[in-house]
């Protein structure tokens, strides 16, 4: 079966080596120019499970990664450790993580649970978005149990508004980011359509290593599979995709009107 019938047997999904913020998506293995991604996620384990592996293969190709976390995690903490210390090792696991992709990692201070949406919130990401000017954004999907989360895709929405507008004066010129895509989190499965399969074979390993830093990616603070999950996903993904190992996005609805002079 060639790419273009992994595709076709996938639905309308994009089978891409790397997410883009200028091609147009389409049915048909898409390589294009590598640009700066930017992942920004309520708990930085959200971030390099869900979103570290397209951060990866961006900057393999060349591009490259931020990690935003707007919280560090904190309450997450099992009962023998103090949350305070349980922070720290999220923050640690994560500076580490990054380094071992290449990427850069940037935490805001919101309390774990506490991430408010409001104005504050958004501004201060739209300054992040402004400072970085990524042309991918890769955020949570809204249909999350999850309060930060949910939280977090509203903030990521209008913060990339914000970012573009000309008119708003902030420290940092306007940024328009040219694409949203919401990453495949266990968390944020209702109503989640995988529409971008990208492969990521060629920084698998890479990316499971750099999750092995967070103590719950091997099940040490809570109940749930990390590592069993989210290793097993990229395979079958992998198998719908063609690819030996993948991971999906949705794209915005708002991204995906197709412009044709013709079919
Ligand atoms: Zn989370």
Request: aromatic share 10%.
């Amino acid at each position: 079966m060639n790419r273009r019938s992994f595709a076709q047997s996938v639905g309308s999904a994009a089978i891409l080596s790397a997410v883009s913020g200028s091609s147009t998506l389409s049915q048909n293995l898409t390589v294009s120019k590598a640009g700066k991604v930017m992942a920004i996620a309520a708990h930085p384990g959200d971030g390099m499970f869900t979103m570290g592996a397209t951060v990866a293969k961006q900057i393999e190709r060349g591009g490259g990664g931020v990690l935003l976390s707007l919280s560090i995690g904190e309450r997450g903490a099992p009962k023998n450790i103090p949350v305070q210390q349980y922070g720290a090792m999220q923050r640690s696991a994560t500076e580490n993580a990054v380094r071992l992709i290449g990427a850069e990692a940037i935490f805001l201070d919101y309390s774990d649970a506490e991430i408010p949406f409001n104005e504050e919130s958004s501004l201060r990401v739209c300054d992040v978005i402004r400072d970085q000017r990524p042309e991918v954004v890769v955020t949570h999907w809204s249909g999350s149990w999850h309060k930060d989360h949910q939280n977090c895709h509203l903030i990521v929405r209008d913060a990339i508004f914000y970012a573009g507008l000309e008119t708003l004066t902030r420290e940092r010129p306007a940024h328009t980011v040219s694409k949203i895509f919401y990453a495949e989190n266990w968390e944020d499965a209702a109503n989640f359509v995988p529409d971008t399969y990208i492969d990521i074979d060629s920084v698998c390993d890479k990316w499971l290593q750099a999750c092995d830093f967070y103590p719950m990616w091997r099940g040490q603070t809570g109940f749930f599979r990390y590592n069993d999950y989210y290793t097993s996903l990229s395979i079958m993904r992998g198998c719908l995709s063609g690819f030996r190992h993948a991971v999906t996005l949705m794209s915005d609805l708002n991204q995906r009107n197709q412009r044709l002079q013709s079919l």
